[in-house]
């Protein structure tokens, strides 16, 4: 597609990143008049945004290169089946909404590290904060980066280094300038963007495929069944019901990069409502992204394009397939993906350096200080980010993939004690440091085992290459286990460790009319949105 978009596709471009700008420095002039000011105005967006900004963003922050290029090639690969970690990201959200919320909000907390200082120590804390930071740096920035660099250079003909530059240059930029309402405002224009896009590529693919009939006739059922059986290697169906919702409470309910969203919430019920808003939206990867994938594989099978690889089936579509101007708003569609997520792990992590390292060693610093250690620790990570390009084309794929799935194995302890921290006020600090400490050990180990599994034979060969889905039911089992028993064999946590963070010590806040108006509401859209869930299940079987 190098050198293929016209005119009217660089225009529509360009008019993207004017209004990217426009929205960011707006939001950063509103966030100074409205005197929020501080950390809070800084780094939670003053703590008042409304359930549609907070639904918006937790989508579009989401979207990644993994969606872009992973959902689509995946899909080519194999069909459907994918789609289940969007779908149980659906129902995932309801439990940050209705679970987790009104723990984070009550506890008043800037960062998940934070929050669990408050249930546990300042080793759990210390534990999360220094993970999550090179987890993000190692991973989530350099990703994206290289993947808008990709974009760049494959889908409008511009050198791969200045694609990277552009990316990372002008997102540092607003998120320094505005940041979090920066970035909240700017994910919700992406998010329309991007969905445009996305939406334009299915429908033209499809109709030039002929319609969903024919989609139906020229791929493999089982390129049309969600479910697959417990020995497949990529999607086993016990993996995908127990192992994937362990993997999706780390990631929507406990990890820094999403739940900020959460926390500049205005109140529980505009939070819970922005959960249940981004839920629906988590159904549209499914059809916007995955579907492209079997399209693709669909005219490829016709003749009707050429597919190289199926990594590359979106943009070939992209390049095949859309007019001028409609290419435009697709390229546009895909660079919003990209500057939302690294806008948002931009803020994440300038957060967690600020208030979980630099506030931490230095409690007395004023708020004008820990904002200026905010903006200059993004401007750092923009630099990091910048610095780490030319390494990561030193890295090669396979070692990436393992420094990637590191996640995978070391977020079942992290889950666990959230999750049983909150459920039962008896586990403590010691229980939740085993739990870290133990699990972080046994990931690592699988890590390394499966670096060398050639190598390898019997129960050591077995353990090394567990579907990873399976791998993280085992440790959550193991951790949660770890956290249960050595609590229960040291003194209970202490009054101020649980109060009005666990369930049996909250307070329920009081409700006007209108509340438990909204809350009726909120129950009604829950079930909807399971009930479809449910629905695209059983369509897909």
């Given at each position: ?5 016209e005119?009217?596709?660089w ?7 004017i209004?990217?700008f426009?929205v960011a ?21 003053g703590?008042?945004?409304g359930w ?6 937790l989508f ?9 290029v992973?959902?689509?090639?995946t899909g080519?690969?194999s069909?459907?089946a994918?789609?289940q970690f ?8 309801l439990v ?8 984070y909000?009550t ?6 590290p934070?929050f669990?200082?408050?249930r ?10 220094i993970?999550?930071i090179?987890?993000y ?10 993947a808008g ?11 791969f ?5 552009v990316?990372v ?8 300038f505005g940041?979090?309402r ?7 224009m992406q998010?329309?963007?991007?969905i445009?896009g996305?939406v334009?590529v299915t429908?033209?693919?499809?109709s030039v ?25 990529d ?20 990890d820094?990069?999403?739940v ?7 109140n ?7 959960t ?6 988590k159904l549209l990867?499914l059809?916007?992204?995955v ?5 693709a ?6 003749g009707?394009i050429?597919?190289?690889a199926t990594d590359?089936?979106?943009p070939?579509l992209v390049a095949a ?5 409609l290419?435009?708003?697709?390229v546009?569609g895909?660079?919003?993906a990209?500057?939302?997520?690294l806008?948002?792990v931009?803020?994440?992590?300038s957060t ?5 390292v630099y506030?931490?060693?230095k409690p007395q ?6 904002v200026?250690?905010?903006q200059v620790s ?5 630099c990091?980010?910048l ?7 030193l890295?090669?794929?396979?070692l990436?993939?393992?420094l ?6 070391i977020?079942?302890?992290?889950a666990?004690v959230f999750l ?6 008896r586990v403590?600090s010691?229980?939740?440091m085993?739990?870290?400490?133990g699990?972080?050990?046994?990931g690592v180990a699988r ?9 390898l034979s ?7 290459t ?7 039911i085992?440790l ?9 028993g050595?609590?229960?064999?040291t ?18 806040a009081?409700e006007d ?6 809350r009726?509401?909120d129950?009604?859209?829950?079930m909807?949105?399971?009930a ?10």
């Amino acid at each position: 597609m190098t050198g293929s978009l016209e005119t009217l596709d660089w225009i529509i471009i360009a008019i993207y990143f004017i209004l990217t700008f426009g929205v960011a420095v707006v939001a950063g002039i509103r966030e100074r008049r409205q005197g929020a000011g501080g950390s809070t105005g800084y780094f939670l967006a003053g703590r008042d945004s409304g359930w549609f900004i907070i639904g918006g963003s937790l989508f579009a922050s989401n979207i990644g290169s993994e969606h872009l290029v992973g959902l689509a090639g995946t899909g080519a690969a194999s069909g459907v089946a994918v789609g289940q970690f969007e779908i149980l990201a659906s129902l995932v959200l309801l439990v940050l909404g209705w679970v987790f919320v009104p723990f984070y909000l009550t506890s008043n907390v800037f960062t998940m590290p934070e929050f669990l200082e408050r249930r546990y120590s300042s080793g759990a804390r210390w534990y999360l904060a220094i993970i999550s930071i090179i987890a993000y740096v190692l991973t989530k920035i350099s990703v994206t980066i290289a993947a808008g660099g990709i974009v760049f250079e494959a889908l409008m003909g511009i050198n791969f280094w200045t694609g990277a530059l552009v990316v990372v240059v002008i997102t540092g930029i607003y998120t320094i300038f505005g940041g979090l309402r920066a970035v909240l405002y700017t994910d919700l224009m992406q998010m329309f963007v991007l969905i445009g896009g996305a939406v334009a590529v299915t429908w033209v693919g499809l109709s030039v495929l002929g319609g969903w009939d024919v989609l139906t006739a020229e791929v493999a059922p089982s390129f049309l069944s969600m479910w697959r059986p417990m020995s497949d290697k990529d999607f086993p169906w016990t993996g995908i019901l127990f192992g994937a919702p362990i993997l999706g409470v780390w990631y929507w309910c406990t990890d820094q990069f999403i739940v900020q969203r959460v926390l500049a919430a205005k109140n529980q019920s505009e939070a819970r409502r922005g959960t249940i808003f981004a839920g629906f939206l988590k159904l549209l990867p499914l059809f916007i992204f995955v579907l492209p994938g079997l399209i693709a594989y669909a005219l490829n099978k016709q003749g009707k394009i050429q597919l190289a690889a199926t990594d590359g089936a979106l943009p070939t579509l992209v390049a095949a397939l859309l007019p001028v101007g409609l290419k435009g708003l697709v390229v546009a569609g895909l660079l919003a993906a990209l500057m939302s997520s690294l806008s948002s792990v931009f803020n994440s992590t300038s957060t967690l350096v600020t208030i979980d390292v630099y506030k931490k060693l230095k409690p007395q610093a004023s708020e004008k200080q820990l904002v200026w250690v905010g903006q200059v620790s993004t401007a750092i990570l923009v630099c990091f980010g910048l610095a780490w390009i030319p390494v990561m084309k030193l890295v090669s794929a396979q070692l990436y993939q393992y420094l990637q799935s590191v996640q995978a194995y070391i977020s079942p302890p992290i889950a666990a004690v959230f999750l049983i921290g909150i459920l039962w006020k008896r586990v403590n600090s010691q229980g939740a440091m085993a739990a870290l400490l133990g699990g972080f050990v046994i990931g690592v180990a699988r890590l390394v085992l499966e670096l060398n599994r050639a190598s390898l034979s019997g129960v050591l060969l077995d353990f090394a290459t567990i579907n990873f889905l399976h791998f993280a039911i085992l440790l959550f089992v193991i951790c949660s286990l770890l956290l249960v028993g050595v609590s229960l064999m040291t003194p209970p946590p202490s009054a101020a460790q649980v109060e009005g963070i666990t369930f049996q010590t909250a307070t329920p806040a009081p409700e006007d009319a209108v509340a438990r108006a909204q809350r009726g509401t909120d129950k009604l859209l829950t079930m909807l949105l399971i009930a479809a869930v449910g629905g695209l299940w059983f369509w897909f079987s």
